[in-house]
């Protein structure tokens, strides 16, 4: 089945400093891509997308890229900030030829981030 | 409101209560889900509704039991739990079935004593 790996945290990081989150997953077909974030004491929120291989996802400085090649979508951005500091998760959804499964998403077990001053 | 709202926001329970988690989405979407999440563990997916019908169903034991009563509301109604089955219970919402992009309310935080 499908299935998502993410890189073992908790992460720490100082601000200003680059931030790489690696994904990579298992599918058959032509999955699309996610990354959400999960801030102290809410729910999940999409961050970024990927539909096709070689779109670039970005949003609020984060960017990922769908590598079917390396069946990877990692997530970084440039600068932190103690803000970003939240859970995030690699997710995916199979295409509409995984069949019943479409709009099912699988996600990874999540990376904790502190980003200090 | 606005998005997807979850009430009680923590929950304290012994084994032998009767409780019910509401969730409620004004997004005007067709499809809700509940989602368990555990320390250290990916999100699982416990059901699925799409226009009030239960879609999916994995495997969840039968101390919980979900409602649908629209399509706007959900509930997941808990009786006799065990203390592993404390965790943040997540209700997201989607368009429709098919749709990938998924709104997920706060959660509840349950405890089970």
């Known amino acids: 089945g499908d299935s998502v790996t993410q890189m073992e945290g908790p992460v720490t990081l100082s601000e200003e400093a680059f931030l790489t989150i690696n994904c990579t997953y298992t599918?058959?077909?032509?999955?699309?891509l996610f990354w959400y974030v999960q801030y102290p004491g809410e729910g999940l929120q999409l961050l970024l997308k990927a539909t096709k291989a070689d779109d670039k996802g970005s949003n609020k400085g984060f960017e990922a890229t769908y590598r079917k090649e390396t069946t990877s979508f990692h997530l970084e951005k440039g600068s932190v900030q103690v803000s970003d500091s939240a859970v995030y998760f690699c997710?995916?959804?199979?295409?509409?030829?995984?069949?019943?499964?479409?709009?099912?998403?699988?996600f990874g077990q999540g990376t904790i981030l502190t980003v200090h001053p | 409101e606005t998005g997807v709202t979850q009430t009680p926001r923590h929950l304290v329970m012994g084994m032998t209560n009767k409780k019910s988690l509401k969730c409620e989405q004004h997004?005007?979407?067709?499809?809700m889900y509940w989602y368990k999440q555990s320390a250290k563990k990916p999100l699982e997916l416990m059901f699925v509704y799409s226009l009030e019908e239960r879609v999916e169903n994995n495997s969840v034991p039968s101390r919980f039991s979900p409602e649908c009563p629209n399509s706007s509301h959900l509930f997941l109604h808990l009786h006799t739990l065990q203390p592993e089955d404390s965790a943040l219970y997540l209700c997201?919402?989607?368009?429709?079935?098919?749709?990938?992009?998924?709104?997920f309310g706060p959660g509840t935080r349950l405890t089970v004593t």
């Open positions: 997201a919402s989607s368009q429709d079935r098919g749709s990938q992009e998924q709104y």
């Open positions: 599918a058959t077909g032509y999955p699309s």
């Open positions: 997710a995916l959804s199979p295409s509409r030829a995984g069949g019943t499964s479409y709009g099912k998403l699988t």
């Open positions: 997004l005007g979407h067709n499809a």
